[in-house]
């Protein structure tokens, strides 16, 4: 066995295998604690809610109003819920991706970006390769020719 290379950061260390979920009836309505991830992420941002608005409908090309964050976000405005389609220029404006994290986390996925996307996607093609690897020794073996 091979020693672990201890400057080497491991892929996996502190992963935690994400799980599909399936939902019982009425655990996908989110709406409150949906509220509750964007006010928070709101809070965490040094912009103003004015700024956040300014900045996605600078994003979306139309007006989005600091009165139309105010009123997605409010628990007592039940009425008003964020549109979806905001919701890119939302963690643009506030460069997160947390509000998608939580989406994910709520069906069992788990989201990357950028440089973790890459490491996931080379790793999905590092196990493809070990299985087209023993696939073909199957066939060989089936066939009598030695490795």
């Known amino acids: 066995m091979k020693p672990r290379d201890v400057l080497t950061v491991d892929l996996f260390d502190g992963f935690v ?3 599909e979920r399936t939902p019982k009836p009425g655990a996908l309505d989110i709406g409150l604690a949906f509220r509750h991830v964007l006010v928070e992420q ?5 912009l103003s809610r004015g700024q956040i608005s300014a900045r996605m409908s600078e994003l979306v090309g139309h007006e989005i109003t600091k009165h139309q964050l105010d009123s997605w976000t409010a628990e007592s405005r039940e009425g008003w819920r964020f549109p979806v389609e905001y919701l890119p220029a939302f963690e643009a ?3 997160t991706n947390d509000v998608l994290a939580y989406l994910a986390d709520l069906r ?10 890459l490491i996931a996607q080379l790793g999905k093609l590092e196990r493809m390769k070990d299985q087209l690897r023993k696939q073909e020794q199957s066939l060989k073996k089936l066939l009598g020719e030695q490795e």
């Not at 709101?42 to 040094?46: D, E, F, G, N, Q």
């Open 42 to 46: 709101i809070k965490l941002s040094p």
């Open 93 to 95: 404006a506030l460069e």
């Open 108 to 117: 069992g996925a788990k989201l990357y970006v950028g440089k973790e996307a």
């Open 17 to 19: 295998m994400p799980v």
